[in-house]
């Protein structure tokens, strides 16, 4: 810990998520103000995680917190407010009323911190002060939850767009899947639609293909990269690799054959992988380097475009349309093994998808 060392700075330059992860990566012990006008609020952590926090807002004491959930009775919360001395808790008195029980209180505590806490999540403006140096925590009521759990559940409400946005980017953006993901992946209990579209990234996708192929809205799947990259569970690849003009061409063609491929597994339903194995089976034996390594085309209808870029780079000239013959295999493949398992009109309905998207492919 760099005991002692104070650090300031402006929230419209950084943006809070980010700084509490980088405190927990450090195991920082300190004290974190945000001051934005009337308003000051303090997160006190140790060893990189929120243990307490404070608030200068009225609305964010404890008595108002008890009172919005229905705890106590305005005359409750009047009674209590009129006995509050130096030393003496609103807290302790609703328990010395027989207003709460003690534990009652301790909740009460909890879900207040955590209304603070999370309140301070979308902040983009004001300024911050870190200190940091140890302090004491006797006699109050602390939190004991990890800095990602407690982020991942915060960030979770939060519907600025424009906090998530500059973060996440547009979505010509590729992200993959963090290549070790880290001990409190499973602590964050994320659904299995958020599992889905991290699956999704595996070894990069591009946002545009990721939004057609994600079971959650287009909101919350921005939303959920934004947690994902905040945390460290996806990363965004570097814009213009080196050579780079042909290979965004590919990556471009791909993207386009992949919104078909997801369409058609989207469609499928329960039967999706077994037609799509099916797919992968014949066109193997045709391409077999560049259907090696592909469980996305089964799991989620989609093509892994770096393991596929990687292959092509053994083909001698002529790239694109090497690589457009293999798409068109594993698309009439996959729409062949498909239409055993699907009702004329939506196979009518596949066949124009398909017409309206190979004419931009």
């Not at 293909?209 to 690849?237: C, H, K, M, P, Q």
Request: include cysteine; charge should be negative; hydrophobic fraction near 40%.
């Amino acid at each position: 810990m760099n005991e002692g060392l104070t650090l300031s700075g402006d929230l419209s330059e950084i943006n809070l998520p980010s700084i509490l992860m980088s405190l927990y990566r450090e195991r920082e012990t300190g004290r974190l103000t945000i001051n934005d006008g009337p308003t000051v609020k303090s997160l006190y952590l140790r060893d990189g995680s929120v243990v307490f926090a404070s608030s200068s807002d009225p609305d964010e004491r404890l008595g108002e917190c008890l009172l919005r959930r229905g705890v106590i009775t305005v005359a409750q919360y009047l009674e209590s407010a009129q006995q509050i001395r130096p030393g003496r808790r609103q807290g302790e008195i609703l328990v010395d009323m027989g207003a709460i029980s003690p534990e009652e209180l301790v909740e009460g505590v909890i879900q207040q911190l955590y209304d603070i806490i999370f309140s301070l999540i979308p902040c983009s403006s004001g300024s911050y002060r870190l200190e940091l140096e140890d302090f004491s925590t006797e006699d109050l009521i602390t939190l004991n939850v990890s800095m990602p759990v407690l982020l991942c559940r915060g960030m979770e409400r939060v519907t600025r767009w424009s906090n998530i946005y500059p973060i996440v980017g547009p979505p010509e953006n590729r992200i993959r899947r963090a290549p070790l993901m880290p001990a409190f992946y499973h602590e964050l209990e994320l659904t299995s639609d958020q599992e889905h579209v991290l699956g999704l990234c595996g070894q990069g996708i591009s946002i545009k293909s990721l939004l057609d192929a994600s079971y959650l809205n287009s909101f919350e799947t921005y939303r959920l990269l934004w947690i994902g990259i905040t945390l460290g569970l996806v990363e965004r690849l570097a814009e213009g690799r080196q050579g780079a003009e042909a290979a965004e061409n590919l990556e471009s063609v791909i993207d386009q054959y992949n919104d078909m491929y997801s369409y058609l597994h989207h469609s499928l339903g329960d039967r999706a992988a077994e037609s799509a194995a099916e797919a992968m089976a014949v066109v193997s034996q045709a391409y077999p380097a560049l259907a090696a390594n592909q469980p996305g085309l089964v799991q989620y209808g989609l093509l892994d475009v770096d393991r596929l870029l990687d292959a092509m780079r053994t083909e001698a000239g002529g790239k694109e349309e090497a690589l457009r013959q293999f798409l068109d295999e594993v698309l009439y493949a996959f729409a062949f093994a498909a239409q055993k398992h699907m009702e004329p009109a939506r196979v009518q309905a596949f066949q124009a998808y398909v017409q309206s998207h190979r004419s931009q492919a």
